[in-house]
């Protein structure tokens, strides 16, 4: 049966090594993207020439009017989509002391009201299928200097559990949360090969490890409520 998947913030990084290994497993690919519209045409042309269709919606999930049209513009083309991949995220550092309002509602806008508001419409509109939230491991300890990230992920980890308890039978909810896994603005290589040292498993990551998750999960169809880490231990510190 034809099946396609939705992936939020889906060009680069994490999220585009998930829309390939869904693509190079049959799935029709609806790929989101908000700056990195070049990487996504570049991505969704890769997609074609694998034999899958492929394409892409631009769209600033900070905006609520605009990430309510996402649902709706995916199911128009993509009747068949059964899978919704919230992978779209702000990381900022920021603590308490220093968080304004603006800086607080752009970030929990994009990292929970999105996920929030993309699986109520998913939900109303396909009837049946799959979400998987990309939390973070960070999120099962206080990790202060990014407040509001960090916020958004424990409500994005409670969101997972919430809406699978009230969407079954008809569309699970599962979480994926990654640990130390691909640099960022602020954590270089280095300095997660660093902090990785001290992790029960002693090393960091790969985009693989979160990907096979994100497929297991997809694949195991009596899983919904559950958050699988993928952080080498991190979460138990
Ligand atoms: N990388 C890690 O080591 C790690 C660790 C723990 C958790 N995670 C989680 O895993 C997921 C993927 O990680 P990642 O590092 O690949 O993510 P990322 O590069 O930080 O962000 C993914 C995408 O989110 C999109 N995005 C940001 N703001 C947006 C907005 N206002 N509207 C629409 N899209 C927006 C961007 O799309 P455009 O580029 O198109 O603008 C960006 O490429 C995230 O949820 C992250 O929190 C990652």
Redesign the pocket.
């Known amino acids: 049966m034809k099946k396609a998947a939705l992936i939020?913030?889906?060009?680069?990084?994490?999220?585009?090594a998930v829309a390939l290994a869904l693509a190079e497993r049959g799935y029709d690919i609806a790929l989101?993207?908000?700056?990195?519209?070049k990487?996504?045409v570049r991505l969704a042309g890769a997609v074609r020439r694998a034999g899958r269709d492929c394409e892409v919606f631009?769209?600033?999930?900070?905006?609520p009017a605009?990430?309510l049209e996402l649902v709706p513009a995916v199911r128009r083309r993509f009747p068949h989509c059964r899978l919704l991949i919230?992978?779209?995220?702000?990381?900022e550092r920021g603590t308490l002391r220093d968080l304004s309002p603006s800086s607080w509602r752009?970030i929990m806008?994009?990292?929970l009201d999105?996920p929030v508001f993309l699986t109520r419409a998913f939900a109303a509109a396909f009837r049946r299928g799959h979400v998987v939230?990309?939390?973070?491991?960070?999120a099962a300890a206080n990790f202060t200097s990014h407040f509001a990230?960090t916020m958004s992920?424990k409500a994005l980890l409670d969101f997972t559990a919430m809406s699978a308890a009230g969407l079954g039978p008809a569309v699970r909810v599962n979480a994926?949360?990654?640990?130390?896994?691909?640099?960022?603005r602020e954590f270089g290589t280095r300095d997660?090969v660093r902090l990785s040292a001290g992790l029960p498993l002693g090393r960091k990551?790969t985009?693989s490890d979160?990907v096979s998750a994100v497929l297991f999960l997809e694949d195991n169809p009596y899983i919904t409520g559950q958050t699988v880490y993928v952080?080498g231990g991190m979460h138990l510190l």
């Open positions: 939020t913030g889906g060009a680069v990084r994490i999220g585009k989101h993207c908000r700056n990195s519209e990487q996504a631009c769209c600033d999930l900070s905006d605009a990430a919230n992978n779209a995220s702000v990381f752009r806008a994009v990292n999105a939230n990309l939390c973070d491991a960070k990230y992920k994926v949360a990654p640990g130390l896994i691909l640099p960022s997660l990551g985009v979160v952080d």
